[in-house]
């Protein structure tokens, strides 16, 4: 999980830097299905922590909170990955190729 957590942070730290809106601060931001709201501030705003990440998915009812320290998220399983996919969709970045899947594709 911290590992997916460090992408989450490195995926918005780009999208971000590409929008030229760094320093963060406090920015919500949509990349397809998911609303990104992060709190790039110093203090607590809207039931978020302090330099902490909530993202939601339109059509499903639930979210997920990335917090830097510990490389924690809450939220359900599998939608880390889907919005790393989103993410690096919106960064015109190719999704990397599993090694099963190229060697079954020869």
């Known amino acids: 999980m911290p590992d997916q957590v460090l992408e989450v942070f490195d995926l918005i730290r780009e999208y971000a830097e590409r929008h030229d809106w760094l320093p963060i601060g406090w920015r919500t931001f949509t ?7 992060v709190n790039g501030t110093k203090e607590e705003r809207d039931s978020i922590p302090p330099f902490h990440a ?12 990335f917090s830097p320290f510990g490389g924690d998220s809450l939220g359900w399983s599998g939608a ?22 190229a060697r079954s594709a020869s």
């Open 80 to 101: 880390e990955v889907e919005f790393c996919t989103a993410m690096q969709t919106a960064l015109g970045k190719e999704k990397p190729v599993d090694e099963g899947d």
């Open 54 to 65: 909530l993202v939601e998915h339109s059509r499903y009812v639930s979210l997920m909170l």
């Open 31 to 37: 990349v397809g299905d998911w609303r990104v709201t």
